[in-house]
């Protein structure tokens, strides 16, 4: 069985530096958000109060351990 996961996503919240939409992504060790469009990168903490559904449905697929 195979498990398919998507590794972005576009969500509602905007980048503090220019604007644009700011993109929820993985790699094999975290969970970041992004912009696409000047390229800086946040960590998810400071965003995870304001999770909207996109972020949400994400972070569903993402495997994590909780201990």
């Known amino acids: 069985m195979a498990f398919f ?3 972005d996503a576009e969500t509602s919240l905007v980048c503090p530096r220019c604007g644009a939409r700011l993109h929820i992504g993985r790699s094999c060790h975290e969970v970041h958000m992004h912009c696409p469009a000047c390229k800086a990168q946040f ?3 400071e965003y995870i109060s304001q999770a909207d559904e996109a972020m949400e449905r994400f972070l569903e697929n ?5 201990v």
Not at 62 to 66: E, G, K, T
């Open 5 to 7: 996961a998507a590794r």
């Open 62 to 66: 993402v495997y994590c351990d909780r």
């Open 43 to 45: 960590p998810l903490n």
